[in-house]
């Protein structure tokens, strides 16, 4: 999805929108990743977004 492909953007940017762009799309991710939500916000929350990349990456790749 555009979210998805624009949330992997500023993961890979380091870009302070992360957050705010994370909690405007809080269910539309919810229900796109129900098994690793917890674990991608885990990681945003930490600002870990290597980690939190990883994860969206490997759940865009699953969809494929």
């Not at 624009?6 to 992360?18: G, H, K, T």
């Not at 809080?26 to 916000?41: I, N, Y």
């Not at 290597?50 to 790749?61: F, K, M, P, Q, W």
Request: glycine residues 4%.
């Amino acid at each position: 999805s555009v979210v998805c492909n624009n949330l992997r953007i500023l993961l890979e940017e380091n870009d302070a929108d992360v957050p705010s762009i994370f909690d405007e799309n809080r269910t539309l991710l919810t229900h796109a990743f129900p098994t690793s939500f917890g674990d991608l916000e885990s990681a945003i929350d930490r600002y870990d977004y290597d980690e939190a990349r990883r994860i969206l990456v490997g759940e865009l790749d699953d969809g494929k």
